[in-house]
């Protein structure tokens, strides 16, 4: 069989459009084993480097985390306490709310999710070079108004921690988070 050469390959010349639903869940096939192997080589779940990712730019309550990794409270509990427990995430009374938990990351924690997340990145920046940098920015674009249109649905302002200068340390404004 013959070696593939190296670099990305050109798309074919002409080739039938995907509908935005199967192309997208081809997509997220892709992007979610990507981001598995890259989890694993961190030994964490998929879950886990989302959960480390969530916290990266925020220090949710518990509660936002929660509708942040679409989970039930429970679930979340679970999480955060192994995460705890292996020295990634810390827990902390809000000062805004008595009955509320803050989560944020710890040195080590925000240590092993820039290196998840870097690696991840040039995973992704290898994917796109199939693309013309304008198509890029177009996707990101697209990719990024979709999920700000989405997470406004559902009551989270995916650009708050983004706005500010300091990692947000509390339940999101009415809507979002």
């Not at 509320?100 to 999710?113: C, E, K, M, N, Y």
């Not at 996707?139 to 706005?163: F, N, P, T």
Request: no cysteine; charged share 25%.
């Amino acid at each position: 069989m013959a070696a593939r050469p190296a670099g990305p390959s050109a798309p074919p010349a002409a080739h039938p459009d995907l509908s935005p639903a199967d192309g997208l869940a081809q997509l997220s096939f892709l992007i979610q084993g990507i981001l598995e192997r890259r989890a694993r080589e961190h030994d964490l779940s998929v879950i886990q480097i989302r959960l480390l990712g969530v916290l990266r730019d925020r220090k949710p309550t518990m509660n936002v985390l929660a509708r942040l990794l679409s989970l039930d409270k429970s679930s979340v509990t679970g999480l955060v306490d192994r995460a705890e427990r292996r020295g990634l995430v810390a827990r902390a009374a809000s000062t805004a709310d008595r009955r509320a938990v803050l989560v944020s990351l710890t040195d080590q924690g925000r240590s092993l999710a820039s290196a998840a997340a870097a690696s991840f990145e040039a995973d992704i920046s290898l994917l796109l070079e199939h693309l013309p940098p304008s198509d890029r920015g177009v996707l990101s674009r697209l990719i990024s108004r979709l999920l700000v249109a989405h997470a406004a649905d559902q009551g989270i302002d995916l650009l708050a921690a983004i706005k500010t200068e300091h990692p947000r340390d509390d339940s999101p404004p009415s809507r979002h988070s």
